[in-house]
């Protein structure tokens, strides 16, 4: 790609800024944001590769969304409302104006949709994969946040949404995919992999009344484990209890030994929260209230941070994180 | 590299976390800045790719440092204190663990001396080149920051420092470099493009004294240009009163042809500023205090962003942006 870069940030990126006017429109050194009073800022990254944590001819729109939404993702995960992005794009030099174009136009429907301007960035060159980083910021009131710490002994886990559509969006994408799946399943479950949906009013409202949270990317198992280690309790998982979609349910009656897929694989980007048993009836109609399912799965011991799975009555410890890679390493800092 | 992320994580990365409470030693989704009251905001974020804005095989600890430092220096130009940074690492399988750990002692040496720390970030594979990217978060007074737009008709143009010393810096581990230059001076110049000093004491003096500035990194002319635009002002430079580096002397007593690689190479990440010319002394004096000697270069006058340099007393334009680009395609956006 040939292209001068203050007029390719003028062209696409700088519209996607307009609605904060301490973004300057893109033209300075840095943006001012504005602290509410009594609010405190939230601020996670994650980057995304080419090849490792989407394909590289998945439809432009779709990669930037996709970069957005698993940040937004993490501050739904701490219950923080989303107010502003920065994203770098280390760019390859065979991408053209055209693809730019649409991973713009994408990124800033998708801006638009969750209430998020983008607040800078920087645009690179790479001889290698498209690389995306995105530092996410929110707001949460007085600095209160869904931690992964909070698990009580006692605890209900739940979940939202339905677990494993991603690991089998992946696969469908594959030689793995069954032939005789339904095309509607296989189109939902590509979705459900490509374009997740950040749980933002569900962390909201988990935000205050549950006692942790996290979300789904590394893989259920694993990522229960994170609260089971940050927490000190022990985590007791009824795997049959977990939500399936309609169409893991159709993947998995063709494909039965891919079930054990459900608890591995990861980017659901659904929350796993735990609260107290008399709060789960509460929580649950708040969120049934905004169109989002809770289902309990599980429940919380007094223990030492272990992982234990409950298959027709017997009791196991989950060895091993059990996470999923991405197809490459893959792991998170903040 | 084949190595556990989370265990990578806690090893190198966690303890460049612990001056911040809010930063949760990295094991949660986000991270929680409190905001002090009265104070806003200021964010920028910028990548680096290897091969492109570093060498792949320089140190890694002064990678991690140069990494860190471009992005200060952003916040420098906005005369604003930095707090925080999140970082992104896209990482070669070929990095070693003694490669990582250098990187990150490096990043935390660097992060302490400029009272920063790590709120978080995220570790990937990638089978392209190293390609960091960060986002640093400062404060600023009431909003109160240093634009690039306040160039007023009339204002002494200046620079901190000396200019050029990174593009010979460059230049001087190519072919390109001339061999009689002496080995200190040649040193010297690796050691400015390798490891920039941000301005960060002379941004916050700057900031409400002096009327805009920027940081040089695309160029000195090229980012006299935004200066110019964006304050929709004419900017007259005197070529000759660029302030220079004796060893950047040396190189051009050895190489006259290159002197205008002083007015286009980039990387210095000195600030540029423009202020009342009754106010040059007092600021002068105050960055002297600070050991940053500021130099007068040209002067701003009623204009349409136009930039002219003046040569044995003849004025010309300086037609195109004249800018670096980092050895490929580069560009800022905020």
Redesign the interface.
């Known amino acids: 790609?040939?292209?001068?870069?203050?007029g390719?940030?003028a062209d696409h990126?700088r519209p996607l800024?307009l609605g904060e006017p301490?973004?300057?429109a893109?033209?300075?050194?840095?943006?001012?944001?504005?602290?509410a009073?009594g609010?405190?800022?939230?601020?996670?990254?994650?980057?995304?590769?080419a090849?490792?944590?989407f394909l590289a001819d998945d439809p432009p729109g779709l990669i930037a969304a996709k970069a957005l939404r698993v940040n937004l993702s993490?501050?739904a995960?701490?219950g923080?409302a989303p107010r502003?992005v920065?994203?770098?794009?280390?760019l390859p030099?065979t991408l053209d104006r055209a693809w730019l174009a649409a991973f713009a136009k994408g990124l800033g429907e998708d801006l638009q949709a969750f209430g998020v301007v983008l607040?800078?960035?920087?645009?690179?060159?790479?001889?290698?994969?498209l690389?995306l980083?995105i530092?996410?910021?929110?707001e949460?009131e007085g600095?209160r946040?869904l931690?992964?710490?909070g698990v009580r002994a006692g605890d209900i886990l739940a979940v939202t949404g339905t677990i494993g559509d991603a690991a089998f969006g992946l696969d469908a994408q594959g030689p793995e995919a069954p032939p005789e799946l339904d095309a509607p399943s296989r189109d939902f479950l590509i979705g459900r992999y490509r374009l997740p949906c950040p749980r933002i009013a569900a962390g909201r409202i988990l935000n205050g009344l549950a006692h942790a949270a996290?979300?789904v990317s590394d893989g259920l198992f694993a990522d229960i484990r994170?609260l089971a280690e940050?927490s000190c309790v022990d985590i007791v998982v009824d795997p049959a209890r977990v939500p399936l979609s309609d169409a893991a349910r159709a993947w998995l009656a063709l494909r039965p030994a891919d079930r054990e897929r459900i608890f591995t694989g990861g980017d659901d980007y659904e929350l796993v929260f735990s609260c107290a048993p008399e709060d789960f009836a509460d929580i649950a109609a708040r969120l049934d209230a905004e169109g989002v399912r809770a289902t309990a799965i599980g429940r919380a011991e007094t223990g030492q941070g272990r992982l234990y799975r409950v298959d027709s009555g017997e009791r196991k410890p989950v060895e091993g994180?059990g996470g999923h890679r991405?197809g490459?390493?893959?792991?998170?800092?903040?």
Chains 1, 2 share one sequence.
Do not use: Q
């Not at 790609?1 to 203050?6: A, K, L, N, Q, V």
């Not at 609010?39 to 590769?49: F, N």
């Not at 490459?328 to 903040?334: D, F, K, P, V, Y």
């Open positions: 790609m040939s292209w001068d870069e203050f390719l940030i990126f800024s301490g973004a300057f893109l033209t300075d050194d840095a943006a001012v944001l504005s602290a009073p609010r405190d800022w939230v601020v996670t990254a994650d980057a995304l590769v090849g490792v944590h993490d501050l995960a701490m923080a502003a920065l994203m770098t794009c280390a030099e607040a800078g960035g920087d645009v690179v060159a790479t001889p290698g994969p690389c980083s530092t996410a910021i929110g949460a600095g946040v931690r992964r710490n996290l979300d994170h940050t994180a991405h490459g390493e893959n792991g998170r800092e903040g």
